[in-house]
């Protein structure tokens, strides 16, 4: 059975850090890896994915990198800002493009001014 | 992108009642899905809307507590049933944008509260 771990439950940094978030998955066997990011009170909003033969995927201030082999991936993020404060959820699809979602527990991140 | 409504954003209701939510996507979609959030945790995935078929449950969830409708391919509702304070969580929709992206994109969710 996948299952899906996210580290640290939750991070405080200062503006202008660079961070990174980790999620981890049992079964290698997966169809893509997506994160998205969750603010209080809304839906999820996607930020990447990573289709299973990639290795990472950029946008903007954003970059999340998949080791299937290892299960793990991590998304960087540059130069955080106040506005990056939110719940980041990692979600790993199953095989054979179900379109099947397994989300970890999310990590929820704080940008201090 | 798919552009996702879901109705009503929120809602209170009393223990034995049912509650429908609506989820309304602005374009043609193939998947479409229903998730649970309960206070506190993640996302788990409750079902499978299928167009025109049953929908294809997840293991720990029933068509008699959670019966889901399908007519189009833009439109799916879920009916929480004979609900109980245990129900209370964000239900939320999504889909699958197009064939080619596999990315996901869900409604702003709706926030049930069961007494």
């Known amino acids: 059975k996948q299952e899906v771990t996210q580290i640290p439950a939750a991070l405080s940094v200062p503006e202008g850090e660079n961070l990174v978030l980790n999620c981890s998955f049992t079964d290698s066997a997966i169809y893509n890896l997506q994160w998205f990011r969750q603010d209080p009170g809304k839906g999820l909003t996607s930020l990447l994915l990573?289709?299973?033969?990639?290795r990472e995927q950029t946008s903007g201030r954003l970059n999340a990198s998949l080791d299937k082999s290892s299960g793990r991936s991590t998304l960087y993020i540059a130069a955080s800002q106040p506005g990056d404060s939110a719940t980041y959820l990692c979600a790993v699809e199953l095989p054979g493009n179900t379109g099947k979602l397994i989300f970890g527990q999310g990590t929820t991140l704080q940008v201090k001014p | 992108s798919a552009v996702i409504s879901q109705k009503p954003s929120r809602d209170i209701c009393q223990r034995g009642t049912s509650l429908t939510i609506q989820c309304q996507v602005d374009s043609q979609v193939t998947m479409m899905f229903w998730y649970r959030q309960q206070p506190g945790q993640s996302l788990t995935l409750i079902a499978t809307?299928?167009?025109?078929?049953?929908?294809?449950?997840e293991s720990g969830f029933v068509i008699d507590k959670f019966p889901i409708s399908r007519p189009n391919l833009t439109f799916s509702t879920l009916t929480v049933s004979n609900m109980s304070p245990e129900d209370s969580s964000i239900y939320l929709c999504s889909v699958e944008g197009s064939p080619s992206t596999d990315t996901q994109y869900f409604g702003p969710g709706t926030r049930l509260t069961v007494l």
């Open positions: 809307a299928n167009q025109g078929s049953e929908a294809t449950y």
């Open positions: 990573i289709q299973s033969s990639q």
